[in-house]
């Protein structure tokens, strides 16, 4: 069964996501549905491991016996309410108040942006944390301001819970059905990945443009004052 398995992974493109298959096959066998709960906590907390390759490894594995497809299901949320745990955690300990001090320190940075965002999502904190687990990138980011505006544990907990349920049976049930070519959910997962990463650099340019036009702006207004 082992050869099967990292036959089926060694079919996804590009040598270290063989490798992270392979790894996840092996830490699966090895400690059964334990472990795909682990490495989804791992992925969690390092956002570069993507879940896309991990959750359909769970579901193949399962599909081959190794464990039933309940517990793939059950280990994997339960890994991910874990992982996003500890960033909540670093959330709760950075606080509102620390981010402030070090916005004031970073270029076209303003405290204001702080008191802002934590605004934000103080109103509309329940719907992200939700949603956002069915974002790339933003799956495991978004458990950390979730902290910072001292959102309540528990029902950060269940929220957590409830997104990570729907975006793992996705991935899992894809890897289950699929068998062997679990890799072809690849492609459809890059696709919005790069989406994402499209509207975030479009973000950060448009961010950077507006307040280095402000700045300068302002550097003209101040020197008819001072003249």
Do not use: C
């Amino acid at each position: 069964m082992t050869n099967t398995l990292l036959a089926a992974s060694a079919s996804s493109d590009g040598s270290w996501l063989t490798a992270l298959a392979d790894w996840t096959v092996s830490l699966m066998e090895v400690i059964g549905p334990i472990g795909a709960g682990v490495a989804i906590a791992l992925e969690n907390l390092f956002p570069p491991l993507p879940s896309e390759v991990v959750l359909p490894m769970a579901g193949l594995t399962a599909s081959r016996g190794s464990f039933t497809l309940a517990e793939a299901l059950i280990w994997t949320t339960v890994g991910s309410v874990i992982g996003a745990y500890v960033l909540y955690g670093l959330g709760r300990w950075l606080g509102a108040d620390r981010l402030r001090r070090v916005a004031g320190w970073i270029p076209l940075m303003k405290v204001d942006d702080i008191d802002k965002t934590v605004a934000w999502f103080r109103r509309h904190g329940a719907a992200a944390v939700f949603f956002g687990r069915m974002i790339p990138l933003f799956r495991s980011l978004i458990s950390i301001p979730a902290g910072v505006s001292a959102m309540r544990w528990w029902t950060f907990g269940l929220l957590t819970a409830a997104g990570s349920a729907v975006w793992n049976t996705i991935f899992v049930m894809a890897g289950f059905l699929l068998g062997e070519n679990w890799h072809v959910v690849e492609a459809y997962a890059d696709m919005l990945q790069y989406f994402v990463i499209a509207v975030v650099v479009i973000a950060v340019v448009w961010f950077l443009v507006v307040r280095i036009r402000a700045a300068v702006r302002s550097r003209r207004d101040e020197q008819p004052d001072s003249a």
